[in-house]
């Protein structure tokens, strides 16, 4: 069972101290990197060798420890050369090997890997409308006036934003990257204007173009269900238990009726989540939602990172209460994303009950 990214944070960052271990898969990370990444990336991680491939020896870039490039390399950038990398969304890689890979560049870029604070899940609030304004005028000429990249990254990239925390784009833009074209603006330009940077960015996890920059916000316990005056979905389980995201992608295009159940932390439904979908962290007792679960058959489908821990467990616990017709997403939400899937960007208020931890939910009994 894979680490949904809430776990993995912790789990993937700590190993410091087996990177240099001998190897689970049979080929060294440096092996790997040779194979996979020195094309573009070069043999000594420095970057722009081809493709406008990106410096891999920079601080900035293990901000947040080795997560970022674990999650760059395994779902990669749609619409880039870099491609996803795992396995499970046709990429040559296991995730042990990409775990392996992530925690070899940071300590062979003198970086010890170390699992980031309660700040790094953050969302960074800022003027959207001035994020623009300031984008267009020091961002787009390196990355593209809709972010598709050039000489810097392709900035305007469903699946970066919805596997990068807002901490890294602002470490990014606040610090630079250095050896490589991306200066720091911490001397340009004000935190506050810094932070409506991130605000703008964030805001077109949804597509560069969207003219709503609108925030969803989570479904009320009453419209819980999806196309609630559609049939019912007809999936084609793999091993009785996972939907694969094209087959859910579908039934959701053909107004199918069903609930979609976001196990992760709830900032990561904000950062973007699959429209509909209810997030419910995976360490909730979920006791509201479970009293507002219609008893009539609707199919529920759980989802989470990376891809399917946590959203194993909850319907492990539904199936355990008697709801049969529950689903896990195969690919979780980041190949969901990197499969080109649309996504919305959201907005949760984490004082809510609903969201905290069960030893919280008892201390206010």
């Not at 087996?18 to 689970?24: G, Q, R, S």
Request: glycine share 10%; proline share 7%; net charge negative.
């Amino acid at each position: 069972m894979r680490l949904s990214f809430a776990l993995g944070l912790l789990a993937l960052l700590g190993t410091a101290s087996t990177v240099n271990a001998e190897p689970e898969t049979g080929r060294t990370p440096a092996e790997n990197y040779k194979e996979y990444c020195a094309l573009c990336h070069g043999d000594d991680r420095k970057g722009y060798l081809n493709d406008h491939a990106p410096s891999l020896v920079t601080e900035t870039l293990f901000v947040n420890g080795p997560i970022t490039p674990f999650m760059a390399i395994s779902y990669g950038r749609p619409g880039t050369p870099m491609g996803p990398y795992l396995d499970e969304i046709g990429g040559p890689m296991t995730s042990d090997e990409i775990r392996e890979l992530a925690g070899w560049l940071a300590v062979s870029a003198g970086i010890e890997p170390t699992a980031p604070n309660r700040d790094t899940l953050k969302p960074i609030e800022g003027d959207i409308e001035q994020g623009k304004r300031i984008y267009a005028a020091h961002c787009a000429d390196c990355h593209g006036a809709k972010g598709e990249g050039g000489e810097g990254t392709a900035l305007g990239n469903a699946t970066m934003l919805a596997v990068t925390p807002d901490s890294f784009l602002k470490a990014a833009i606040e610090r630079g990257r250095e050896g490589t074209p991306m200066v720091s603006f911490a001397d340009t330009l004000a935190d506050d204007e810094i932070n409506s940077v991130v605000a703008f960015l964030r805001s077109r996890a949804s597509g560069w173009d969207v003219e709503d920059m609108s925030f969803d916000e989570p479904p009320d316990l009453d419209n819980i269900v999806v196309n609630p005056d559609g049939d019912a979905p007809e999936f084609d389980l793999v091993d009785s238990r996972y939907v694969m995201a094209e087959d859910l992608n579908a039934a959701l295009e053909d107004g199918r009726r069903m609930i979609l159940i976001d196990t992760r932390v709830p900032y990561f439904w904000a950062m973007a989540h699959i429209e509909g979908s209810f997030p419910i962290p995976y360490y909730s007792s979920g006791r509201e939602i479970i009293a507002a679960l219609p008893q009539d058959g609707t199919w529920i489908v759980a989802y989470c990172e990376c891809p399917r821990a946590a959203a194993d467990s909850a319907v492990t616990r539904l199936r355990e209460m008697g709801y049969n017709n529950t689903a896990v997403l195969y690919e979780g939400y980041a190949g969901w994303s990197a499969l080109g899937f649309p996504v919305k960007v959201g907005r949760i208020d984490p004082k809510k009950g609903l969201f905290r931890h069960p030893s919280a939910e008892k201390r206010t009994e």
